[in-house]
């Protein structure tokens, strides 16, 4: 069937204009104002914007081995919620995803599930446990989207080296989960006076930082391109900034808890506000937001971590890691940064659909004709409440549970049909 979207806002990374879009066999055929087509089904975008599908580069998906906090199924219909037409699964699974037959299990399973399209994320050493290399070209050929330990740092940096020359042969993207663990060591908030306050040990900025700066290095050695995982310290931008300046092949990611929520979130005791990193002080947000309106931070990916309700009803210091976001990013970033008017909507569109693509080598980010007719609408005008409740993610601990957010989804669009 063709849809055709009349009176639509699309908004791309390069600008915005008002028109008409007709959508058949998966591709958008037409951009013009008045397209008069009688067989197509109508959908009126009077009043919304039109992105294209956001792509998510980090999400843990939880599946094989932990379903019950998440499986590719849900996950992928929650992506869709959002407005997400592909995500990027990190492969901290039981077993993780080092090798071909893992990647083409969760490639399967995704084509089952038919929602939102879901690339693989391939480990970068066996077991994740950093020491062996995986077979990055093998899992490549399977499907795997990029590499990495994300969940755990590579701590040996002659493996991270070896690692850098490896992805760069083979042509994939590593991704850096960029931690020292002799500095975070067992803290469990970003350390300052909320978390002396609330009695937590703390974990320094620095134990980001200093990951952050010798991971650029060693990209600067090997003269291979490196992707910093959920960058949320003042320090960590800074050592970024400095390193493009220099034509260091680096990009980086932040997460919408990095630029709406402080460490005050943590003095309620709430556990959905135990993340890693951990959430920072304010001067780290105003940086955070800083670094994404001069173009050191290059993409908003979620970082969705869902768990069970009995593991995160836990004492503070027993709960794992992790807020789920594939549901409310967009809300978040429209409400805390486009209303704000820190950034525009196409800066958004860039941030959360062209870079992303740009950066995993994907078709897709933008609505032109010829294009994959990968598509998010957004009512601009609706204000709600969260509610975790209402999730269709099997995870309920969001960090932004009962927060008031405007702008919401209202329908995605995957390879020209309406999933949600």
């Known amino acids: 069937m063709m849809l055709l979207l009349k009176n639509a806002t699309v908004v791309n990374a390069d600008g915005t204009m ?9 591709i958008v055929k037409r951009m013009e104002r008045d397209i008069d087509e009688l067989e197509a089904e109508i959908i009126d975008c009077a009043g919304k914007l039109v992105f294209p599908g956001f792509i998510d580069m980090h999400c843990h998906l939880r599946d094989p081995g932990q379903t019950h906090k998440e499986d590719i199924e849900t996950g992928s219909r929650a992506a869709l919620a959002g407005g997400y037409t592909a995500v990027c699964c990190m492969p901290n699974t039981t077993p993780p995803l080092d090798n071909a037959a893992m990647i083409t299990y969760v490639k399967e399973r995704s084509r089952v599930a038919g929602n939102a399209e879901v690339y ?12 062996k290399l995986c077979e990055f070209g093998k899992m490549k050929a399977a499907g795997a989207i990029a590499v990495s330990d994300d969940g755990k740092p590579v701590e040996n940096g002659a493996v991270m080296l070896n690692a850098l020359k490896y992805a760069k042969t083979f042509g994939i993207p590593l991704i850096s989960h960029s931690e020292d663990k002799t500095i975070s060591a067992d803290g469990v908030v970003n350390a300052g006076e909320n978390a002396t306050v609330a009695g937590f040990r703390g974990i320094p900025k620095a134990a980001e930082s200093v990951a952050v700066a010798r991971d650029v290095l060693l990209a600067e050695e090997a003269d291979a391109p490196i992707h910093i995982a959920h960058v949320s310290t003042a320090q960590s931008i800074e050592v970024i900034r400095s390193a493009k300046a220099r034509g260091v092949k680096v990009t980086c990611e932040t997460c919408p808890h990095y630029v709406a929520a402080t460490d005050d979130e943590i003095l309620s005791y709430n556990t959905s506000a135990k993340i890693n990193p951990p959430l920072r002080s304010s001067s ?47 809300s978040v970033a429209y409400t805390h940064l486009v209303l704000t008017e820190n950034i525009k909507l196409t800066d958004l569109s860039r941030l959360m659909s062209a870079k992303p693509a740009e950066i995993l080598g994907l078709d897709g980010g933008r609505i032109i004709e010829g294009a994959r007719a990968d598509i998010a609408i957004v009512d601009p005008d609706e204000e709600y409440t969260v509610n975790a409740e209402d999730f269709v993610s099997k995870g309920k601990n969001s960090v932004f549970d009962g ?18």
């Open 18 to 26: 008002i028109t008409d879009v007709l959508i058949g066999d998966g």
């Open 120 to 131: 693989p994320i391939g480990a970068i050493t066996q077991g994740q446990a950093g020491a």
């Open 284 to 330: 780290d947000v105003e940086a955070v937001i800083a670094g994404l309106v001069d173009g050191t931070i290059d993409v908003i990916a979620t970082d969705h971590a869902p768990h069970s309700r009995d593991e995160k009803n836990v004492e503070f210091d027993y709960a794992p890691f992790g807020s789920v976001g594939l549901e409310t990013a967009f």
């Open 403 to 420: 927060w008031r957010l405007k702008g919401r989804v209202v329908k995605t669009i995957v390879g020209g049909e309406v999933k949600f």
